[in-house]
Each structure stands twice: as structure tokens, then as C-alpha cells.
């Protein structure tokens, strides 16, 4: 990229760390320091805000950068992330928000320690729910790393490094200063800025085609190399059995990982009552379901305009079609409209990596300091010591998710957001569903519902092609692949709810009747909810 480039879209990075920055230290200064204040920013929050917030917490750099890169490379079989991501919300509507933010406080494991011995189910959940936040925060480190290369021209490793530690470092100051409260407004402003330039560059591409999408689809076809292949189901997932579960198994976990998401629950509770939290995922549904046919715009469009043999070779994931369909669209490289609108999509770009990983990272740090600590200490915690804690966990889950998106920085954003679906549809949400559904769930199956789903989730994609054994995985040089699918959904999912039954059925002691009964009502009427 040009200087010119370079030069404006860092001055936009600036302005935006600029103002996120002192949103923080503005909330900071209005802060009480209390738990409720630290974790669920008071409960302030309207409807329409917190709908915003999930929006923004939800549509990640693997929903701005990787899907439309997926779409671009591989066409009908990219509009899975696409379909899958806005599906989910559906589980969630109707199964989920409502309830979870009758039972619960702050974290998933208050739905589940409601009516269980909390000490084990806090430290399961807790341990299930960090596991899945770092996942997902890899994700989002991996973006930041892929846009900052493009910027500079793709070359310089050692920027792209020192992207992922400054990213790292940003989200840690917004948590640990500012809390849920900040983290709101962060993902906020996010959200608009995003919708914006979604909106603009899915217009300018309509706009080149006469609003024939028809023409469109044609055109990426043509320039995809694939020919009529490209619109039609199987150029990543057809060619054999394996690739076919694979697709399986990826529809699987993003349907139902959503629901499992430790910072979307979490948003939950940042509503003064559950009549609130439904109406803000009415409205986070109607941003995400319109952001989400935009991408489908801009794959396709990135395709058609841009190459997919150009976007390969940008970043063979695909994680610069967006910024690159930009730079065409605004006129070219040497063009002032294409070096402003390049910058503004990276800027936009930049921005969604630093909102989505403030709130999972405050997400993450709740559940250390809020069921880990505060289970391993319940005679000593107090409120104060406990949101010190989280701090302080912040930190090192920053350290972690440094580590992991320096490892990870050539996969596809997309697809490793998928693994951390993955990952929480098999352990958070069969306890989640059989914590607020069965009568006779016990304390043995929700540990084992936990880790049954969270241990195989794991252990499947360390054994996964995503690993080792072929040229794009993390470790090419060596080969233990003993697990052909890339997504461990279609297994472990079933294996999370197959463990909470059977821990269950085995368990010594009795389902208690009478706290279940209490969970009841209050999940469905809100009575006695914090």
C-alpha cells in the first residue's frame, strides 16, 4: 500500500483509539467500583442500547473480514458463516435471553449454580467458559494482524506481531479501567460505525452493477476460476464424505454456539429486567440479520471485482477481501477516493477488533474472578477484592490470547470463531438447556455436561487437520491428525449432552425438587431475579 494509505488509515486507528480511550477514562471517573458496576455497568442500559452493544459484541472481525473472505474464495459454500451466525439468534431469542437473565447475575454458571452444589459448577463452568473467551479472542487478534499486514504491504511480520501485543494491551486498559460500562459505549459507537460502512460499500457495489445481482453472481463466477462451481454447494465442503460432515458439523456449532457464548450472555444483564433483554435481542436481530446480507454483497462482490485469485494472494484465508474491495470501489490504488475509502474500511475494521475484544475479554475476567475465585475463596471474597481480581485476570488473559493470535495469525478468522462455537455449543449449552429444562438434573451431570463437552471439543481439534498434518495447519511439519474433521461440533456436542444425561442418571443424590421449582419460577416470571 501506498503511504498515502498508510498515513490516513493509522490517523483514523488514532482517532478511534483516541475516543475510545476517553470513553473509558470518562467512565472510570464515574464508577463506584461495586461488582454489579464492574460486571453489568449498573443495569442502565435501555433496550435499544444494549441491542446496539450485542450487535456490536456479536458482528466480530470474523463476521466484517472472514466471511466475506470465505465468500470470495469459495462462493455458496462461504454463505454458511453467513446463515449460521444469524440462525443462532433465533436459539437465543427463544430459548435463552429471557431466562438466563431472570437466573443469573453476572456469568452463565449463576443460571446453573442456582440450583446445583455451587463450588463444583462454578470452577466447571468458569474453566469452560475462559476456554471458550480466549478462543475467541485469538480470532479477533488474528484480524488485527491481517489488516495492519495489508496495510503495510503484507510483508512486514514484526508489525503484524506488534499489532496483536497493542491490541492486546487496548483491551486490557478498556476492562480494567472502565468495566462493562465502557466496554457498552465502545461497542456501541462500534456498531454504528460498522452499519455505516456496510451499508456504503454494499451500495457502491450494487451501484457498479446497475443493481443487477444477478450480474453480480455472474461476474464473481467468472472471476473466481471455479466457473458455475462457485454458486453451487461444494467447492470447500463436497469433495468427499468428510469434507460434507465437516460442513455438518460447522452448520451444528454455529447454530447452537451462540447460545453459548459466555460475553452474549453476559449482555444480558446489563438490562434492568428480562422483559428488556428480549426486546434488546429483537433489536440486535435486526442489525445482525441486515449486516449479515451484506456480507453475502460484499463476498460476492469482492469476488467479481477484486479476484479471488487477488484476494488469495493478499491473504491466502481471505481475511483482506473487504479492505481490498474497498480500495477498488473508491478507484483504485493511486486514487484519492480509493486511498480515503481503504483507510475508513480499515479504520471501521480496526475498530470492530478493539470493541469485540473488550467485552470478551471482561466476560472472561468475570468468570475467573466471579465463579473461579470467588468459589475457591467464599469465606474471604468480598465484591471489592472480587473486581480486583478481574483486573488483574485481564491482564493475563491478554497475555494468553497474545501468545495464541501470534501462533494462529494465517487462519481464516472466520473459521477459528467457528472452533470457539464449537467449543461453547458442546460445553455451555447442554448445561445451560438442561440447568433451565430438567427437573432432575443434578450436580454430577452438570460437571459432566461441562467437561464432557469441553475436554472432546478440545482434544478432536488438537487431533484436527487444523493442527497438523497438512500444509495450512498450525504445525505443517508435523503429522498427528488422527481426527479428519476440521470442526469437532457434529461429535462433541452430542457428547456434552450424552455426559450431562449419564452424570445424571449415575449421580448418588437426588435432584433437588424444591430448588428446581424456584428456578422455574423465576426464570419464567422474573420473580426474585437480581
Not at 464492574?38 to 442500559?45: D, N, P, T
Request: hydrophobic share 55%; net charge neutral.
Amino acid at each position: 500500500m501506498t503511504g498515502d494509505h498508510q498515513t490516513l488509515a493509522l490517523l483514523l486507528f488514532g482517532v478511534f483509539v483516541a475516543v475510545t480511550l476517553a470513553i473509558t477514562t470518562w467512565v472510570s471517573r464515574n464508577r463506584h467500583g461495586s461488582a454489579e458496576e464492574f460486571y453489568a455497568g449498573g443495569r442502565l442500559f435501555s433496550p435499544m442500547e444494549n441491542g446496539f452493544a450485542i450487535a456490536g459484541d456479536y458482528m466480530s472481525a470474523a463476521s466484517f473480514l472472514g466471511i466475506s473472505g470465505l465468500i470470495a474464495l469459495f462462493g455458496y459454500d462461504g454463505l454458511l458463516y453467513s446463515v449460521g451466525f444469524l440462525v443462532a439468534w433465533l436459539v437465543v431469542l427463544f430459548l435463552v435471553a429471557e431466562l438466563v437473565r431472570n437466573c443469573g447475575r453476572f456469568t452463565l454458571a449463576d443460571v446453573v449454580a442456582a440450583r446445583m452444589r455451587e463450588r463444583p459448577v462454578r470452577i466447571a463452568a468458569g474453566t469452560s467458559s475462559v476456554t471458550v473467551s480466549v478462543l475467541y479472542l485469538v480470532a479477533q487478534m488474528v484480524g488485527a494482524g491481517s489488516l495492519v499486514a495489508l496495510l503495510l504491504g503484507g510483508t512486514s511480520g514484526a508489525a503484524q506481531a506488534w499489532t496483536v501485543i497493542g491490541v492486546g494491551a487496548l483491551m486490557v486498559i478498556y476492562v480494567s479501567m472502565g468495566g462493562m460500562r465502557a466496554t457498552t459505549w465502545i461497542q456501541i459507537v462500534k456498531a454504528v460505525l460498522l452499519m455505516c460502512g456496510a451499508i456504503a460499500l454494499t451500495v457502491l457495489v450494487l451501484v457498479r452493477f446497475h443493481g443487477d445481482f444477478d450480474q453480480l453472481l455472474r461476474t464473481a463466477a467468472d472471476r473466481s476460476g471455479h466457473g458455475s462451481q462457485f454458486l453451487a454447494p461444494g467447492l470447500k465442503y463436497g469433495g468427499d464424505w468428510t469434507s460434507r460432515l465437516d460442513f455438518i458439523s460447522l452448520g451444528l456449532a454455529l447454530v447452537l454456539g451462540t447460545a453459548g457464548l459466555p460475553h452474549i450472555l453476559s449482555r444480558f444483564y446489563t438490562v434492568p429486567t428480562a422483559r428488556a433483554a428480549r426486546r434488546s435481542v429483537v433489536w440486535s436481530i435486526g442489525l445482525i440479520g441486515s449486516f449479515y446480507l451484506m456480507t453475502i454483497v460484499l463476498g460476492f462482490g469482492a469476488a467479481a471485482i477484486v479476484g479471488s485469485d487477488a484476494v488469495r494472494g493478499s491473504n491466502a484465508a481471505g481475511n483482506t477481501a473487504v479492505p481490498l474491495l474497498a480500495l477498488d470501489l473508491g478507484g483504485g490504488a493511486d486514487s484519492t477516493g480509493g486511498t480515503v475509502l481503504f483507510a475508513i474500511v480499515a479504520a471501521i475494521a480496526f475498530a470492530t477488533i478493539l470493541a469485540v475484544v473488550a467485552g470478551i475479554t471482561l466476560a472472561s475476567s468475570a468468570s475467573v474472578a466471579h465463579d473461579l475465585y470467588a468459589s475457591l475463596r467464599r469465606k474471604h471474597a468480598k465484591p471489592r477484592s472480587e473486581v480486583a481480581v478481574a483486573r488483574l485476570a485481564a491482564a493475563g488473559i491478554g497475555v494468553v490470547a497474545i501468545a495464541l493470535g501470534l501462533l494462529a495469525r494465517d487462519l481464516n478468522v472466520a473459521f477459528l470463531v467457528g472452533l470457539a462455537f464449537a467449543v461453547a455449543a458442546s460445553a455451555n449449552l447442554p448445561v445451560l438447556l438442561f440447568s433451565l429444562f430438567w427437573r432432575n438434573f443434578t450436580t454430577r451431570g452438570a460437571v459432566w455436561s461441562v467437561y464432557g463437552g469441553l475436554l472432546p471439543s478440545l482434544v478432536l481439534v488438537m487431533l484436527s487437520p487444523v493442527v497438523s498434518g497438512g500444509p495450512n495447519s498450525l504445525f505443517p511439519g508435523v503429522d498427528f491428525q488422527y481426527f479428519p474433521l476440521e470442526n469437532p461440533g457434529l461429535v462433541s456436542i452430542p457428547l456434552g449432552f450424552l455426559a450431562g444425561w449419564l452424570g445424571t442418571v449415575t449421580s448418588p443424590e437426588p435432584a433437588d425438587e424444591a430448588k428446581h421449582a424456584e428456578t422455574e419460577v423465576r426464570s419464567l416470571t422474573g420473580a426474585g431475579a437480581a
